[in-house]
């Protein structure tokens, strides 16, 4: 099965799994201080989705994601991988940010607006998990309201309460190695632990979309370099962009860089699928997306 413009534009998927939280213990509200949690991943996976509970019915949740430089130690800045305000908080919001194993992640959210943040207080620090394996959850604060600073404000590790907010994962990834420069090759390793045995399609383009795929979405852009990356037309420039995710959860493709020089420059984004017939449209999961430069 390959995958087409329909597919891509009619498939709806599901969060992904959730990592675990503790308990509701209380609502924290103050017009200028946001709160959430850290963790160092303990497998590479994939954030597909965010949801801020809302014990006050606000009606409006913000979150902040960032891969930090290492566990953090006092108030920094930097590492913002994504920012999203005033969306419904009944809604999951869809999300496309990879990390690797031993990667420091910090969430930041609380429902709320620019006058007031609501965070929903767990205890902390708590045994979480991704993808089942564990990792511990520790309170990581900003003394900002991330509306206000469009989650660009200073934060840091803190002891106490975590502010709970969901986070859903997948553990299928998409990692790139080479020069990148024209006439080489680019490798990927196509990693999906739940999927031995399925089928697969890389896709490379242009843009990195994003195209919706219901609560989730993809980060490619459909256009004529998507076209041609997944119709089998090149199989010279794009080896081994459909095929079967082996037994122990991978495969590998490679994007042959045609030797122009004019190519200097140019940014390709590539993603890829997995296909199940049990799954809607027969799409179960979605990597997320690998971008390098022509140099």
Not at 168 to 184: A, D, I, M, R
Not at 242 to 248: F, T, V
């Amino acid at each position: 099965m390959r995958l087409t413009l329909p597919v891509l534009l009619a498939c709806a998927g599901l969060a992904g799994a959730q990592m675990p939280l503790p308990a509701f213990t209380n609502t924290y509200s103050n017009a200028g201080h946001t709160r959430g949690f850290y963790f160092q991943a303990p497998v590479g996976f994939t954030i597909t989705g965010l949801k801020v509970p809302d014990e006050t019915n606000h009606g409006l949740q913000n979150v902040a994601v960032y891969k930090l430089a290492g566990q953090p130690t006092g108030s920094q800045t930097g590492g913002l991988q994504l920012y999203m305000g005033g969306i419904a908080s009944n809604q999951v919001i869809p999300a496309n940010i990879s990390f690797q194993a031993n990667d420091w992640v910090g969430i930041l959210g609380a429902c709320g607006d620019s006058s007031m943040m609501h965070n929903s207080y767990g205890t902390g620090p708590f045994q979480s998990s991704v993808l089942g394996q564990p990792t511990t959850i520790t309170r990581f604060i900003t003394q900002t309201n991330i509306v206000q600073t469009q989650g660009a404000g200073a934060y840091s590790p803190s002891g106490g309460s975590v502010a709970r907010v969901e986070v859903y994962v997948n553990g299928v990834t998409l990692q790139g190695s080479g020069s990148g420069t024209p006439g080489s090759a680019m490798n990927f390793g196509l990693n999906a632990p739940q999927d031995g045995g399925l089928g697969y399609q890389l896709a490379t383009s242009l843009g990195t979309g994003p195209t919706p795929l219901g609560q989730r979405s993809i980060g490619i852009t459909l256009d004529a370099l998507f076209s041609a990356s997944v119709g089998g037309t090149l199989p010279a420039v794009f080896a081994n962009y459909a095929g079967q995710i082996g037994a122990s959860g991978s495969a590998f493709a490679t994007l042959n860089i045609p030797p122009f020089a004019v190519l200097k420059g140019v940014t390709l984004h590539s993603a890829f699928v997995t296909f199940s017939a049990a799954s809607p449209l027969g799409i179960k999961s979605i990597s997320n997306t690998f971008t390098f430069q022509i140099t």
